[in-house]
Antibody, heavy 120, light 107 residues
């Protein structure tokens, strides 16, 4: 079955960077994109962007452009989200999900989430 | 940018009730609208894609419709496992992926 397993919780200081990993299994990794969504405590879902893991190109929500990088390693079936210049309001659960946000896209399988806490 | 709104933001209901959630887009999105269900402490789950195409295993008490800018999700005969937060998401207008703010269905 399709599984996305994310790396563990992180605590970072403001201004630091964080990298979250997402290891996929149960399907051919390069046939689906990987999307990233975050959810601040008690808040709704926020779309961050997605990566075409076959070509390696990513599409980011404007809010995050310049501050995040999505990458993937096809040999290990793992996707990565790096966020830089962390702020207190970046504290959230970060989810990876299988799916490409092309026209008509959807995300049908989700990782368990990674809590990133930004604290001094 | 496109804005997605949902109404109501929350509602209280009882087992057996019928509830309807509305999602509106600030621009035309054809039928490229997904619905997700999220329970506390869990990742979201895709219920419906393309406005009315149900994922395998979604109970028939869920119905969905709409196109253009207005969409609805209805739960008939509400069951205890349906108490959750529901999000809509558009995948038509760039930037695709925008979620609505969510509708919390609780007792």
């Amino acid at each position: 079955q399709v599984q996305l397993v994310q790396s563990g919780a992180e605590v970072k200081q403001p201004g630091a960077s964080v990298r979250v990993s997402c290891k996929a299994s149960g399907y051919a990794f390069t046939t689906f994109g990987i999307s990233w969504v975050r959810q601040a405590p008690g808040q709704g879902l926020e779309w961050m962007g997605w990566i075409n893991v076959y070509y390696g190109n990513a599409d980011y929500a404007q809010k995050f452009q310049g501050r995040i990088t999505m990458t993937s390693n096809t040999s290990t079936s793992t996707a990565y989200l790096e966020m830089r210049s962390l702020r207190f309001d970046d504290t959230a659960v970060y989810y990876c999900a299988r799916g490409s946000m092309v026209r008509g896209g959807k995300v049908a399988n989700w990782g368990q989430g990674t809590l990133v806490t930004v604290s001094s | 940018d496109i804005q997605m709104t949902q109404s109501p933001s929350s509602l209280s209901a009882s087992v057996g009730d019928r509830v309807t959630i509305t999602c509106r887009a600030s621009q035309y999105i054809s039928a490229y609208l997904n619905w997700y269900q999220q329970k506390p402490g869990k990742a979201p789950e895709l219920l419906i894609s393309a406005a009315s195409s149900f994922q395998r295993g979604v109970p028939s008490r869920f119905t969905a419709s709409g196109s253009g800018t207005e969409f609805t999700l209805t739960i008939n005969d509400l069951q205890p496992e349906d108490f959750a937060t529901y999000y809509c998401q558009q995948s038509y207008v760039t930037p695709r992926g925008t979620f609505g703010p969510g509708t919390k269905v609780d007792v």
